[in-house]
């Protein structure tokens, strides 16, 4: 809300767009975010989003009924998918302990919102297939395409949360990397190539293996 009231300060232009952008818990706050820069009729308007493997359900029965109901039973995947590195069933059980979030509100999840899903702008989406939050991300793909909005969906099969983090020699990392330019571009109604994509994403590789 501040950027959009001081774009001036910070040399931006909002008549070419703005993009509300996270990962994981970051990619929570761009989805309740998006709901509330609506409800609050945000000027300039949002024009895009990207969440990248957002979190937005909990075990907790609380949590697991801001599912609509035609969908709860597509929410599996943290009982299917067990022994992932970084973030598994136990450590995404003991991050929700140790946060204590109230999850009836919108400020947790676009699912409580008053409209929620309703007169969104464009979403690129990015999931990892073996991921315990992954169905939070298809999930939020299938709600936003059921009310009209346009998402571009990426997945990243048998890859884990933030594969991209420690696993920079993986041949997807550079693909996921090349992903992020053209949705962005995508998003900012530019066309971009995948060459040109490739030259603004490259990171230099660090020390280490494959999962």
């Avoid at 509330?36 to 990207?50: D, F, M, N, V």
């Avoid at 702008?121 to 298809?138: A, E, K, M, N, S």
């Avoid at 990397?177 to 109604?189: C, K, P, Q, T």
Wanted: hydrophobic fraction near 40%; aromatic fraction near 10%.
């Amino acid at each position: 809300m501040w950027i959009a009231d001081n774009a001036s300060q910070l040399s931006a232009t909002p008549s070419i767009g703005i993009v509300l952008s996270g990962g994981s818990e970051g990619a929570n706050f761009v989805c309740v975010l998006a709901e509330l820069a609506k409800t609050e009729r945000l000027r300039p308007p949002l024009t895009g989003l990207w969440s990248c493997i957002p979190v937005l359900f909990t075990k907790d029965q609380a949590s697991r009924n801001t599912i609509p109901e035609l969908h709860r039973d597509l929410w599996v995947s943290r009982q299917q998918i067990e022994k992932t590195p970084r973030l598994n069933k136990q450590t995404a059980r003991k991050l929700h302990e140790y946060y204590n979030a109230d999850v009836s509100p919108p400020l947790w999840s676009p699912s409580n919102a008053a409209s929620a899903f309703e007169g969104l702008p464009p979403c690129f989406i990015q999931v990892c297939g073996r991921d315990v939050i992954r169905d939070d991300g298809l999930l939020y793909e299938l709600m936003l395409r059921e009310h009209g909005t346009k998402t571009p969906l990426n997945v990243y099969p048998g890859l884990s949360h933030c594969f991209w983090a420690v696993i920079q020699q993986h041949e997807t990392f550079k693909k996921f990397m090349i992903a992020i330019a053209l949705g962005f571009a995508w998003l900012l109604n530019q066309e971009v190539d995948i060459a040109e994509a490739a030259k603004v994403m490259v990171f230099p590789l660090v020390e280490g293996g494959d999962e």
